[in-house]
């Protein structure tokens, strides 16, 4: 049932202040096959971790020394400033919006994701979503997803029941033929979704991969 | 600075203080002679029409009389540099509506009080003042006047005691005048210094009672101080601890799950993880009702667009906040408006809710509305009462309206100042 080689290794950096949380997660990436070049536990060695490593990825906690507020979350934000285009998997606690938002809205919300850490425990899932993020892609909690789903106000209310459950995947970083597979439908009509989605949503057709992403931020500000 | 300090100073005489006090004895005058006829009249005809019963409620709304009276007078007292008296120990009436007004007015002492205090004016002090202000002032005044009488009339009564004739005499008579009126100036500081503590001191909240409600109030904020800190606590400790070690245990058992062969032994393994799972998942929430981190992290506003998007009953949100409120305020709402929706949601039957609300003239006012059925009864053991002793420790006060048919409208009110105007309101 594993897939236990990744298509490629990541450079991990890693931050996490549970020694209990950090050992685990460190297994798990290298269960997968991924190395994990620094393991910190606090924000200021995690830039310095990142300075020093130029990693594929990051992954970090939200709440983390000195504070214990969401210093993970502003190193983050801060390192994305500086190194656009880094991918960072940030892992909350918490469903929450406003650190979802907060993480999209640095760059231009491409290779990002925000995850419970419950989600973390489901290994596989798990990740898939550093391997999505690493390459570019976002990635929206389940759970943030389905509490934004509730809420239908414009410009979601455009769109159909089924066009919300296809951006709701969308928003998890799944790829059209994971969502065709979800949804048991034909690939061909995910995309005619999708494209229904962008249209509805004024994301006229550009040179544009980034469009999904674009889409996964509007839903996620409505 | 009241009129006694004034007068201690110098230049008393070159200031506003005499003025002052001249206006308080005056204005003290007409009022007390107001006051007589109206409790005067009001006793007299509600007295006569008490045999048809017709002069019952007039005699209640003499007894009445006190209170307008003593709150004209703390107003007034401010004439003679006393400022802020505070007011009696009126109760509030634990129902809306004029007869529980009545009864709660008619059975405590301070109306009682202040009636006393308004028959004294009309039958006692006002006559006083109008002596006062007769003897400091007009007395003075018609003897400087003497100079510009003998001129006209050839001779001047002074006093209606002696006659004076001459031009020097009324010169001097004129100049014993306005000595004197330097001295009435004094004797009026006096006169009315006196006359506003006696007003304090019958009108003003008893300073034991006083004393008491304040030290009340600060244990009471002392108390729910120590409840949001030990809630923190409570939070972190799950946090830190159950929390972050069930994530490893599915993490561990996620891992056994990939390396363990088809059979009884993964499906066990599948079903412990799915169990782990559930119980995060209810750790979480357990913890985000404690205390959400949102609202540490981004405030009010944050927090309650986080209510809303959790709420099952669609809510519409509009806020206008400034950046940060005080930590203790931004809880009290943010439960209160929790609560709120969560009755919502339970009893009310509602299709739509909404949250308005803003911080403007020094206080937050957040309003939660919906369509319900309305009917929502505040003594039915809800936990809005809870929430109202907390509000009321903030000075705040937090009030329901729900007519049966609806609709709902839950209001909170928290006197309370930004405090960062900059903070980004996320």
Known sequence: MPADRPERPLRVVLAEDSVLLREGLVGVLTRFGHEVVAAVGDAEALVAAVAAHAPDIVVTDVRMPPGFQDEGLHAAVRLRRERPGLPVLVLSQYVQRAYAGELLDSGDGTGVGYLLKDRVGQVEQFVDALDEVASGGTVVDPEVVRQLLRRRRDPLARLSPREREVLALVAEGRSNGAIARALVVSEAAVGKHIGSILTKLDLPPADGTHRRVLAVLAFLRA | ?426
């Open chain 2, 1 to 426: 600075m009241t009129v006694w300090r004034a007068l201690g100073g110098r230049g008393y005489l070159g200031s506003a203080w005499p003025w002052r006090a001249t206006a308080f004895l005056v204005s003290g005058a007409l009022l007390g002679a107001v006051v007589l006829v109206v409790l005067v009249s009001g006793a007299v005809v509600g007295g006569a029409l008490a045999v048809v019963l017709l002069g019952l409620p007039l005699l209640v709304l003499t007894a009445l009389t006190g209170i307008p009276v003593a709150a004209v007078e703390r107003r007034r007292l401010r004439l003679a540099g006393v400022d802020r008296v505070p007011a009696g120990q009126h109760r509030v009436p634990g129902r809306p509506g004029l007869a529980s007004w009545l009864t709660t007015r008619l059975r405590e002492a301070a109306t009682w009080r202040e009636l006393a205090y308004a028959v004294l004016l009309g039958l006692v002090l006002w006559p006083l003042d109008a002596l006062a202000v007769l003897a400091a002032v007009g007395l003075p005044l018609s003897m400087a006047a003497a100079p510009v009488l003998v001129a006209a009339d050839g001779e001047a009564k002074v006093v209606k005691l002696f006659v004076v004739d001459s031009a020097p005499a009324a010169c001097a008579v004129a100049a014993l005048g306005l000595a004197l009126l330097a001295a009435g100036a004094y004797v009026l500081g006096a006169v009315a210094g006196v006359r506003a503590e006696l007003a304090r001191a019958l009108l003003g909240a008893k300073d034991g009672d006083s004393e008491r409600v304040t030290e009340l109030v600060r244990s009471r904020a002392r108390l729910v101080d120590a409840f949001e800190a030990e809630r923190r606590r409570i939070e972190r400790d799950l946090h830190d601890g159950a929390q972050q070690r069930l994530v490893a245990l599915t993490m561990t058992l996620g891992l056994a799950r990939l390396d363990a062969p088809p059979g009884p032994l993964a499906d066990q393994l599948a079903k412990a993880h799915g169990q782990a799972g559930q119980a995060l998942a209810e750790l979480r929430e357990l913890i985000h009702g404690i205390h959400p981190k949102v609202l540490a992290d981004y405030g009010l506003r944050a927090a309650l667009a986080d209510a809303a998007d959790r709420s099952p009953v669609p809510v519409d949100l509009e806020l206008d906040l400034p950046g940060r409120l005080p930590g203790p305020v931004e809880t009290a709402a943010y439960f209160a408006v929790c609560e709120a929706l969560a009755n919502v949601a339970r009893h009310s039957g509602a299709s739509r809710a909404g949250v308005r609300g803003g911080h403007a003239d020094g206080r937050l006012v957040l309003q939660v509305r919906d369509d319900g059925r309305g009917g929502a009864d505040p003594e039915g053991g809800s936990g809005l009462t809870g929430l109202a002793d907390r509000v009321s420790v903030l000075d705040g006060t937090l009030s329901l309206s729900s007519p049966p048919g609806g609709p709902t409208l839950l209001r909170v009110e928290i006197p309370c100042r930004p405090t960062d105007p900059n903070a980004p309101c996320a």
